[in-house]
């Protein structure tokens, strides 16, 4: 079995849940506005981001300058990954937000007729 597939099972389910978490709340949250619902979808685009950023750094050991030798190199580390990952949603993304956006517009929409 491949070590990171459990991993990644894991993330994919903690994405999933935020995301259902995120279209129930941006659906009774807002009521239309399509700037908001944009918000929502970057968002969720950078937490899911973060935590495969998370995911895959935790593979990398404790080596280096942001180690686990008792100096907050985990803090540290979820710092440099959220970072990361708005810089990431800033110049593009990778079409997470997008996708999540045409959801929560077609769910809403759904939801009014």
Known sequence: ???????????????????????TSGLSALT?????????????ESMFLEQSLDVL???QGTDGPLGENGTGGG?????????YAQSIVQSGG???GDQVMREMLRLQGGAGA
Do not use: C, H, W
Not at 32 to 44: E, L, P, R, V
Not at 75 to 83: T, V
């Open 75 to 83: 803090i540290y580390r979820s710092m440099l990954n959220k970072e």
């Open 32 to 44: 239309g506005d399509k700037s908001k619902i944009q918000k929502t979808a970057k968002d969720f």
């Open 94 to 96: 990778v079409g997470i």
């Open 1 to 23: 079995m491949i070590p990171l597939a459990p991993l990644a099972a894991s993330a994919g389910l903690a994405a999933g849940q935020a995301l259902a978490g995120a279209v």
């Open 57 to 59: 750094n935790r593979s």
